[in-house]
Every structure is written in structure tokens, then in C-alpha cells.
């Protein structure tokens, strides 16, 4: 009886240390997360095979696993840049990003974890004061956010190949100008505006003078040809018509012919 403690110390330090060693040689790959393997005896990272997929694995207590976010990713950036004529311009964009899958332990492997902070906000920052240089305030104020976001994502892919991150958009929530720069820009939208919309009323009211011209001149031919189409004679029949038409009225009515020298009638009523 004296015996069994002295064998229980050690069946239970042993199972100490088994559980230790099952917890150690176990890990649990997170919904999208990827896990790259270090092997600390047998060449450290591995980079020539897959990472390890979502869900729970065996790994050797003495190695290591690093776990790493592989679903789309977003980047806030806040940036101070230059404009073609050296004006201030404050940009605020998204990156939508992710680590290539496959490449996961060559990332780790040159890149390592902060590889957001060391490889792709100073790549999109770079892209950025590229393409903004390229343009006027006027042109970033305007129209030219959407061709901004397309050269910034095409900049920033380019600095980016071969870098085993991939980039899927670019989006420029705002460009902002300094207050003095944005009123006289505002001014002279206006100021175009109301031009646009004077020359407008002005060819308006070309064309309305035009239309009155061509319809009074059309007027005028049909005159012209309708008084030389009046012959005493067509007027003299269009009489006798409508002292025909008059004569058959139910109104009383005094018909004296031969009134006046072209012969017409006279007809008076009965009042």
C-alpha cells in the first residue's frame, strides 16, 4: 500500500506531459484562414507545399504554425499627395486585397506576417502620388475619380507582381482640395455653367425667329397666290353661291336682282 504513491507520482507526471505534448501537436485552421508550417529541425518554413486548409491538424510539437488571414482584406488609407501643379491633395481609398493562397509560405518566408505594413501600403501609397501627379485639381475635382481608382489598381499591381499578395480594387472614397483651390474651381463650373445656358437660350431664340420668318413668308406666298387666283369673274361666281345658299334660308328675306354693276343680287331680311 506504502508502494502506490511512490508509482502514481510518475503515471501522473507521464500523463501530464502526454497531453501537454497532444495539445502542443495540434491546431485548429480558422474559416478564412490559411496556416503556414515551420519546421524547426527539417529546413524551417515550408514554402514548396500547400498551406495547411481550414480545420484541425497534427503538427509536431517542436514545430511551429502561423496563421494567416487568406480571405479578401480591406486597407484604409488616408494620403497626402501632389497634384500635376504641385497642389496639396488629400485622398482617402480602400484596398481590397488578399495573400495568393498557394504562395502563403513564400510570403512568410520573405515577407513575413506585417508583410500589410512592409510591402502593401507603401506600394499603393507610391501608386498613388503616381497617378495623382498626373492630374489638375480641376480634372480630380471634376471627373477623373474612376480613371484615378483604374491607374492606382494598375500602378499598384505592378508593384505588386511577383509579391504573392493580390490586389482586386482600388476605391477612391473622396478627393479633397484646398478650400481656396475648391471655391475658384466651384466658380468657374458655375461661371461655364451660365455660359452654356445663355448660349443655349440664344440659339433658342435664334430658331424661334427663324420658325416666325419661314411661317410668314409661307403666309405671305400663299396670299400672293391666292390673290392672283381672284379674278373678277371667280369672285363674281363665289357671290351668286352664296346668295344661292342665302336665298334658300327659311328667314325672310327681299332678293332684288341687278343691284349695282356687276349685277349681283341684294338680299335683305326682314328686318
Known amino acids: 500500500m506504502e508502494r ?15 497531453v501537454i505534448l497532444i495539445f502542443k501537436s495540434t491546431v485548429t485552421i480558422g474559416s478564412g484562414e490559411a496556416g503556414v508550417l515551420y519546421k524547426t529541425f527539417d529546413g524551417g518554413v515550408v514554402d514548396d507545399e500547400p498551406p495547411l486548409s481550414e480545420g484541425f491538424h497534427f503538427v509536431a510539437p517542436w514545430n511551429s504554425v502561423f496563421v494567416y488571414e487568406a480571405r479578401q482584406q480591406s486597407l484604409e488609407e488616408k494620403m497626402q499627395v501632389l497634384s500635376s501643379n504641385g497642389l496639396e491633395i488629400r485622398l482617402d481609398a480602400s484596398t481590397w486585397f488578399q495573400p495568393k ?30 497617378v495623382v501627379g ?15 481608382q483604374n491607374e492606382i489598381l494598375e500602378e499598384t499591381q505592378i508593384l505588386l507582381k511577383d509579391q504573392y499578395v493580390q ?6 472614397r473622396d478627393v479633397s482640395l484646398p478650400t481656396t483651390i475648391k471655391d475658384a474651381i466651384e466658380r468657374k463650373l458655375r461661371q461655364e455653367q451660365e455660359s452654356l445656358e445663355y448660349e443655349f437660350r440664344l440659339t433658342k431664340a435664334t430658331k424661334e425667329a427663324e420658325r416666325q420668318k ?19 369673274k371667280v369672285l363674281q361666281e363665289k357671290g351668286i353661291q352664296a346668295t344661292i345658299e342665302l336665298s334658300k334660308s327659311n328667314n ?19 328686318n
Open 252 to 270: 325672310a328675306k327681299t332678293v332684288i336682282i341687278g343691284n349695282s354693276d356687276n349685277g349681283m343680287p341684294l338680299i335683305l331680311g326682314d
Open 167 to 172: 490586389v482586386n480594387e482600388v476605391l477612391v
Open 214 to 232: 419661314i411661317e410668314a413668308e409661307g403666309k405671305a406666298r400663299a396670299n400672293s397666290i391666292l390673290s392672283q387666283s381672284l379674278t373678277d
Open 101 to 130: 493562397y498557394a504562395d502563403l509560405g513564400k510570403l512568410h518566408k520573405e515577407k513575413g506576417e506585417k508583410y500589410i505594413e512592409r510591402l502593401l501600403k507603401p506600394a499603393v501609397r507610391s501608386a498613388a502620388r503616381a
Open 134 to 148: 498626373r492630374y489638375s485639381p480641376e480634372q480630380l475635382y471634376a471627373s477623373k475619380r474612376e480613371a484615378i
Open 4 to 18: 502506490l504513491p511512490k508509482i502514481a507520482l510518475p503515471i501522473v507526471f507521464i500523463g501530464i506531459v502526454v
